[in-house]
Protein backbone atom coordinates (compact mmCIF):
# COMPACT_ATOMS: atom_id res chain seq x y z
CA UNK A 1 0.00 0.00 0.00
CA UNK A 2 1.35 3.46 -0.75
CA UNK A 3 1.62 6.14 1.71
CA UNK A 4 -1.78 8.52 1.79
CA UNK A 5 -0.79 11.67 0.15
CA UNK A 6 -0.73 14.44 2.44
CA UNK A 7 -3.32 15.92 0.28
CA UNK A 8 -5.34 13.16 1.81
CA UNK A 9 -4.01 13.31 5.34
CA UNK A 10 -5.02 16.76 5.77
CA UNK A 11 -8.83 16.57 4.24
CA UNK A 12 -9.15 19.74 2.07
CA UNK A 13 -12.07 21.12 1.36
CA UNK A 14 -11.61 20.77 -2.28
CA UNK A 15 -13.14 21.99 -4.47
CA UNK A 16 -13.57 24.86 -2.94
CA UNK A 17 -16.89 26.25 -2.50
CA UNK A 18 -18.40 28.90 -4.74
CA UNK A 19 -20.69 31.85 -3.62
CA UNK A 20 -22.91 34.26 -5.09
CA UNK A 21 -22.37 37.59 -3.92
CA UNK A 22 -25.41 39.70 -4.53
CA UNK A 23 -24.04 43.31 -5.17
CA UNK A 24 -25.87 46.02 -6.73
CA UNK A 25 -22.02 48.17 -8.13
CA UNK A 26 -21.39 44.70 -10.46
CA UNK A 27 -25.60 43.94 -10.98
CA UNK A 28 -26.36 47.35 -12.35
CA UNK A 29 -24.04 46.54 -15.27
CA UNK A 30 -24.88 43.38 -15.67
CA UNK A 31 -22.07 41.50 -14.38
CA UNK A 32 -22.49 38.94 -12.03
CA UNK A 33 -20.40 38.56 -8.63
CA UNK A 34 -19.14 35.26 -7.50
CA UNK A 35 -16.83 34.59 -4.80
CA UNK A 36 -14.36 31.35 -4.79
CA UNK A 37 -13.66 30.49 -1.39
CA UNK A 38 -10.46 28.82 -1.74
CA UNK A 39 -9.82 30.65 2.02
CA UNK A 40 -12.26 27.54 3.54
CA UNK A 41 -9.39 24.84 1.88
CA UNK A 42 -8.12 24.37 5.00
CA UNK A 43 -7.97 26.04 8.55
CA UNK A 44 -4.11 26.28 9.17
CA UNK A 45 -2.74 25.90 5.48
CA UNK A 46 -5.74 28.12 3.41
CA UNK A 47 -6.07 28.79 0.44
CA UNK A 48 -3.11 29.28 -2.59
CA UNK A 49 -0.74 28.33 0.32
CA UNK A 50 -2.50 24.97 0.49
CA UNK A 51 -2.36 24.28 -3.34
CA UNK A 52 1.05 25.70 -3.47
CA UNK A 53 2.21 23.10 -0.87
CA UNK A 54 0.77 20.23 -1.55
CA UNK A 55 2.88 19.08 -4.66
CA UNK A 56 5.65 20.46 -3.13
CA UNK A 57 5.29 18.31 0.22
CA UNK A 58 4.47 15.56 -2.07
CA UNK A 59 7.96 15.82 -3.90
CA UNK A 60 9.49 16.45 0.06
CA UNK A 61 8.29 12.42 0.78
CA UNK A 62 9.08 13.24 4.47
CA UNK A 63 11.85 15.18 3.83
CA UNK A 64 12.63 18.50 5.73
CA UNK A 65 11.63 21.83 4.09
CA UNK A 66 13.49 24.40 3.98
CA UNK A 67 11.62 27.79 2.54
CA UNK A 68 12.02 31.41 2.54
CA UNK A 69 9.95 34.68 3.50
CA UNK A 70 9.60 37.59 5.26
CA UNK A 71 9.03 38.29 8.68
CA UNK A 72 5.35 38.16 8.16
CA UNK A 73 5.12 35.78 5.43
CA UNK A 74 2.21 33.71 5.44
CA UNK A 75 3.99 30.93 3.06
CA UNK A 76 6.16 30.52 6.14
CA UNK A 77 3.31 30.42 8.34
CA UNK A 78 1.45 27.77 6.19
CA UNK A 79 4.82 25.54 6.00
CA UNK A 80 5.54 25.84 9.55
CA UNK A 81 1.87 24.28 9.96
CA UNK A 82 1.93 21.09 7.34
CA UNK A 83 4.87 20.40 9.05
CA UNK A 84 3.83 20.25 12.46
CA UNK A 85 0.38 18.76 10.91
CA UNK A 86 2.24 15.97 9.21
CA UNK A 87 5.38 15.44 11.41
CA UNK A 88 8.48 16.68 9.13
CA UNK A 89 11.31 19.26 9.68
CA UNK A 90 10.83 23.06 8.53
CA UNK A 91 13.55 25.47 8.14
CA UNK A 92 12.28 28.90 7.51
CA UNK A 93 14.99 31.46 6.10
CA UNK A 94 13.77 34.89 6.96
CA UNK A 95 14.76 38.02 5.66
CA UNK A 96 16.92 40.75 8.20
CA UNK A 97 19.05 39.72 10.80
CA UNK A 98 18.16 42.90 13.29
CA UNK A 99 15.35 40.21 13.76
CA UNK A 100 16.91 37.66 15.53
CA UNK A 101 18.38 39.79 18.35
CA UNK A 102 14.40 40.88 18.79
CA UNK A 103 11.11 39.25 20.56
CA UNK A 104 9.14 37.29 17.77
CA UNK A 105 6.66 38.97 16.05
CA UNK A 106 3.21 36.71 16.51
CA UNK A 107 3.75 35.36 12.84
CA UNK A 108 7.17 34.03 13.86
CA UNK A 109 6.19 33.12 17.01
CA UNK A 110 3.55 30.94 15.17
CA UNK A 111 6.06 29.69 13.06
CA UNK A 112 8.62 28.95 16.02
CA UNK A 113 5.79 26.83 17.90
CA UNK A 114 4.79 24.98 15.02
CA UNK A 115 8.52 23.50 15.35
CA UNK A 116 9.94 25.88 12.41
CA UNK A 117 13.84 26.26 12.72
CA UNK A 118 14.25 30.12 11.66
CA UNK A 119 17.11 31.27 10.18
CA UNK A 120 17.57 34.88 9.92
CA UNK A 121 19.74 36.66 7.42
CA UNK A 122 21.31 39.69 6.15
CA UNK A 123 18.96 41.36 3.53
CA UNK A 124 21.84 41.32 0.71
CA UNK A 125 21.82 37.12 1.68
CA UNK A 126 18.09 37.32 1.55
CA UNK A 127 18.70 38.82 -2.04
CA UNK A 128 21.06 36.00 -2.95
CA UNK A 129 18.93 33.37 -1.41
CA UNK A 130 18.88 31.50 -4.99
CA UNK A 131 22.49 31.72 -5.89
CA UNK A 132 24.05 28.35 -5.65
CA UNK A 133 26.74 29.40 -3.27
CA UNK A 134 24.42 30.63 -0.50
CA UNK A 135 21.80 27.64 -1.08
CA UNK A 136 25.18 25.16 -0.44
CA UNK A 137 25.87 26.58 2.89
CA UNK A 138 22.03 26.57 3.82
CA UNK A 139 22.14 23.01 3.20
CA UNK A 140 25.57 22.31 4.55
CA UNK A 141 23.95 23.27 7.77
CA UNK A 142 20.94 21.46 7.97
CA UNK A 143 21.49 18.60 5.86
CA UNK A 144 19.41 17.26 3.03
CA UNK A 145 16.33 18.88 2.50
CA UNK A 146 13.78 19.80 -0.38
CA UNK A 147 14.33 23.42 -1.02
CA UNK A 148 10.90 25.66 -1.60
CA UNK A 149 11.04 29.31 -3.20
CA UNK A 150 10.07 32.53 -1.45
CA UNK A 151 6.12 32.40 -1.61
CA UNK A 152 6.13 28.82 -2.56
CA UNK A 153 6.16 29.65 -6.20
CA UNK A 154 7.91 27.18 -8.42
CA UNK A 155 7.07 24.99 -11.15
CA UNK A 156 5.13 22.34 -9.07
CA UNK A 157 3.52 24.87 -7.25
CA UNK A 158 1.73 26.55 -10.65
CA UNK A 159 0.46 22.90 -11.51
CA UNK A 160 -1.05 22.92 -8.26
CA UNK A 161 -3.22 25.87 -8.93
CA UNK A 162 -4.22 24.85 -12.16
CA UNK A 163 -6.48 22.93 -9.83
CA UNK A 164 -7.73 26.29 -9.33
CA UNK A 165 -8.56 27.05 -12.95
CA UNK A 166 -10.24 23.72 -13.52
CA UNK A 167 -12.53 23.98 -10.72
CA UNK A 168 -13.90 27.13 -12.53
CA UNK A 169 -14.19 25.24 -15.53
CA UNK A 170 -17.92 26.79 -17.12
CA UNK A 171 -18.46 29.01 -13.87
CA UNK A 172 -17.16 31.99 -14.59
CA UNK A 173 -16.10 33.87 -17.44
CA UNK A 174 -13.39 35.62 -15.29
CA UNK A 175 -11.87 34.95 -12.38
CA UNK A 176 -9.59 37.80 -10.68
CA UNK A 177 -6.91 36.76 -8.44
CA UNK A 178 -4.14 39.09 -6.12
CA UNK A 179 -1.07 38.37 -6.99
CA UNK A 180 2.66 38.48 -5.05
CA UNK A 181 4.62 36.26 -6.40
CA UNK A 182 2.55 35.23 -9.65
CA UNK A 183 2.38 31.36 -9.09
CA UNK A 184 -1.31 31.23 -8.41
CA UNK A 185 -2.46 33.43 -11.27
CA UNK A 186 -0.03 31.08 -13.70
CA UNK A 187 -1.65 28.18 -12.63
CA UNK A 188 -5.14 29.76 -12.75
CA UNK A 189 -4.63 30.47 -16.12
CA UNK A 190 -3.79 27.40 -17.50
CA UNK A 191 -6.21 25.45 -16.22
CA UNK A 192 -8.75 27.26 -17.33
CA UNK A 193 -10.87 26.32 -20.10
CA UNK A 194 -10.42 28.28 -23.81
CA UNK A 195 -12.72 31.23 -23.81
CA UNK A 196 -11.94 31.95 -20.08
CA UNK A 197 -9.80 34.77 -18.75
CA UNK A 198 -7.61 35.22 -15.65
CA UNK A 199 -7.68 38.77 -14.11
CA UNK A 200 -4.12 39.14 -12.06
CA UNK A 201 -3.86 42.31 -9.75
CA UNK A 202 -0.54 42.52 -8.15
CA UNK A 203 -0.09 44.11 -4.49
CA UNK A 204 3.43 44.85 -5.28
CA UNK A 205 4.53 47.71 -7.04
CA UNK A 206 7.17 47.01 -9.44
CA UNK A 207 5.86 46.07 -13.30
CA UNK A 208 7.83 42.65 -12.92
CA UNK A 209 5.03 40.60 -12.09
CA UNK A 210 4.17 39.57 -16.31
CA UNK A 211 7.96 38.66 -17.06
CA UNK A 212 7.25 36.20 -13.43
CA UNK A 213 4.09 34.56 -14.54
CA UNK A 214 5.53 34.01 -18.08
CA UNK A 215 8.63 32.54 -16.59
CA UNK A 216 6.64 30.15 -14.64
CA UNK A 217 4.53 29.18 -17.18
CA UNK A 218 7.29 28.37 -19.22
CA UNK A 219 8.99 25.78 -16.02
CA UNK A 220 5.78 24.65 -15.29
CA UNK A 221 3.74 23.77 -18.57
CA UNK A 222 6.42 24.45 -21.18
CA UNK A 223 4.99 27.61 -22.80
CA UNK A 224 2.51 30.28 -22.48
CA UNK A 225 -0.86 28.78 -21.10
CA UNK A 226 -4.69 30.31 -21.45
CA UNK A 227 -5.44 33.82 -21.46
CA UNK A 228 -4.53 36.29 -18.73
CA UNK A 229 -4.14 39.65 -18.22
CA UNK A 230 -2.60 42.56 -15.20
CA UNK A 231 -3.70 45.27 -13.70
CA UNK A 232 -1.31 47.33 -12.18
CA UNK A 233 -3.50 49.43 -11.09
CA UNK A 234 -4.37 48.75 -7.62
CA UNK A 235 -1.55 48.01 -5.58
CA UNK A 236 -2.43 51.07 -2.82
CA UNK A 237 1.32 52.09 -2.22
CA UNK A 238 3.06 48.30 -2.53
CA UNK A 239 3.19 45.12 -0.54
CA UNK A 240 1.72 45.31 3.04
CA UNK A 241 1.11 49.18 2.07
CA UNK A 242 -2.63 49.75 2.71
CA UNK A 243 -5.20 53.28 2.66
CA UNK A 244 -7.65 54.28 4.92
CA UNK A 245 -10.01 53.97 1.78
CA UNK A 246 -8.97 50.38 0.91
CA UNK A 247 -9.40 49.38 4.62
CA UNK A 248 -13.13 51.74 4.37
CA UNK A 249 -13.62 49.12 1.26
CA UNK A 250 -13.12 45.66 2.79
CA UNK A 251 -14.88 46.82 6.06
CA UNK A 252 -17.72 47.20 3.67
CA UNK A 253 -17.32 44.16 1.92
CA UNK A 254 -17.73 42.82 4.71
CA UNK A 255 -20.90 44.12 6.04
CA UNK A 256 -22.32 43.21 2.58
CA UNK A 257 -21.45 39.67 2.22
CA UNK A 258 -20.36 38.13 5.41
CA UNK A 259 -16.91 37.03 4.94
CA UNK A 260 -13.64 38.42 6.60
CA UNK A 261 -11.82 40.14 3.88
CA UNK A 262 -7.48 39.86 4.20
CA UNK A 263 -6.43 43.18 3.49
CA UNK A 264 -3.05 42.63 1.90
CA UNK A 265 -4.25 40.77 -0.80
CA UNK A 266 -8.14 39.75 -1.22
CA UNK A 267 -9.13 43.32 -0.35
CA UNK A 268 -6.89 44.64 -3.54
CA UNK A 269 -8.39 42.46 -5.94
CA UNK A 270 -11.77 43.08 -4.51
CA UNK A 271 -11.71 46.85 -4.67
CA UNK A 272 -9.63 46.31 -8.57
CA UNK A 273 -12.92 44.32 -9.67
CA UNK A 274 -15.77 46.62 -8.64
CA UNK A 275 -13.49 49.40 -10.07
CA UNK A 276 -13.01 47.36 -13.37
CA UNK A 277 -16.54 46.77 -13.17
CA UNK A 278 -17.62 50.63 -12.28
CA UNK A 279 -15.40 51.33 -15.23
CA UNK A 280 -17.44 49.38 -17.31
CA UNK A 281 -14.91 46.94 -17.98
CA UNK A 282 -16.69 44.09 -18.14
CA UNK A 283 -19.70 43.50 -20.57
CA UNK A 284 -23.18 42.84 -19.33
CA UNK A 285 -23.67 39.14 -18.82
CA UNK A 286 -20.26 38.59 -17.50
CA UNK A 287 -20.39 36.39 -14.74
CA UNK A 288 -16.47 37.18 -12.59
CA UNK A 289 -15.63 35.15 -10.26
CA UNK A 290 -13.26 36.43 -7.50
CA UNK A 291 -10.81 34.14 -5.90
CA UNK A 292 -10.39 34.46 -2.02
CA UNK A 293 -7.03 33.23 -1.35
CA UNK A 294 -6.48 33.92 2.22
CA UNK A 295 -8.52 35.08 5.37
CA UNK A 296 -7.53 37.75 7.69
CA UNK A 297 -5.03 37.04 10.24
CA UNK A 298 -6.08 37.64 13.82
CA UNK A 299 -3.71 39.53 15.21
CA UNK A 300 -3.05 41.63 12.21
CA UNK A 301 -7.00 42.31 12.39
CA UNK A 302 -7.03 43.52 15.53
CA UNK A 303 -4.07 45.96 15.41
CA UNK A 304 -4.87 47.21 11.94
CA UNK A 305 -8.99 48.37 13.62
C1 LIG B 1 0.46 34.47 -0.77
C2 LIG B 1 -0.85 35.08 -1.07
C3 LIG B 1 -1.19 35.54 -2.38
C4 LIG B 1 -0.17 35.61 -3.52
O1 LIG B 1 0.00 34.44 -4.23
P1 LIG B 1 1.16 34.34 -5.34
O2 LIG B 1 1.04 32.95 -5.85
O3 LIG B 1 2.46 34.56 -4.62
O4 LIG B 1 0.94 35.37 -6.37
C5 LIG B 1 -2.47 36.01 -2.60
N1 LIG B 1 -3.38 36.06 -1.59
C6 LIG B 1 -3.09 35.66 -0.33
C7 LIG B 1 -4.13 35.78 0.72
C8 LIG B 1 -1.82 35.16 -0.03
O5 LIG B 1 -1.53 34.78 1.23
Redesign the pocket.
Known amino acids: MSAPSPESRLRPLLPSPVQPADDERFARHGVTLLLKRDDLIHPDLP???WR?LAPNLAAAAGRPVLTFGGAYS??LRATAAAGRLLGFRTIGVVRGDELADRPLNPSLARCAADGMRLHFVDRATYRAKTDPAVLAGLLELYGDCEVVPE?G?NALAARGCAGLGRELRGVADVAAV????????AGLAAGLAPGQRALGVPVLRGGFLGEAVRGLQRRAFGGPAGDWWLDERFHFGGYARTTLELHAFAKDFEDRHGLPV?RL??AKMLYALTALAEEGAFPAGTTVAAVI??RPDEEAQSSSR
Do not use: R
Open positions: GNKKNHGSACGTGGTLEYVTG
